[in-house]
Nanobody, 121 residues
Framework: QVQLVESGGGLVQAGGSLRLSCAAS????????IGWFRQAPGKEREFVTA????????YYADSVKDRSTISRDNAKNTVYLQMNGLKPEDTAVYYC??????????????WGKGTLVTVSS
């Protein structure tokens, strides 16, 4: 069993920055890839970024790849998402999720409850 808790969301002006955190408890966090997803009002949930178990491999959606950095600290069981140059269209609830495998792509099996990011224009 894995529990994931997101934090760091809030209200920010366009052009600003936020760092989201995903703290995990439970077994073997460092064995699995972790991803971030987001769901804007009235839209389907979409992939944002992911990181492999070692942190060496990272994956980004085109919409954020030049403005975001994902990282992890396995000693702290935490994954971070640094987002810069935020735009109103980044407004969404951001979720972190655990992958079934070491690299992103095996399907996510545990999800956090999300943290709300609101970007004002």
């Amino acid at each position: 069993q894995v529990q994931l808790v997101e934090s760091g969301g809030g209200l920010v002006q366009a052009g600003g920055s936020l760092r989201l955190s995903c703290a995990a408890s439970g077994r073997a966090f460092s064995n699995y890839a972790i991803g971030w997803f987001r769901q804007a009002p009235g839209k389907e949930r979409e992939f944002v970024t992911a990181i492999s178990r070692s942190g060496i491999n990272t994956y980004y959606a085109d919409s954020v790849k030049d403005r975001s950095t994902i990282s992890r600290d396995n000693a702290k069981n935490t994954v971070y998402l640094q987002m810069n140059g935020l735009k109103p269209e980044d407004t969404a609830v951001y979720y972190c999720a655990k992958d079934r495998g070491s690299y992103y792509g095996d399907g996510m099996d545990y999800w956090g409850k999300g943290t709300l990011v609101t970007v004002s224009s």
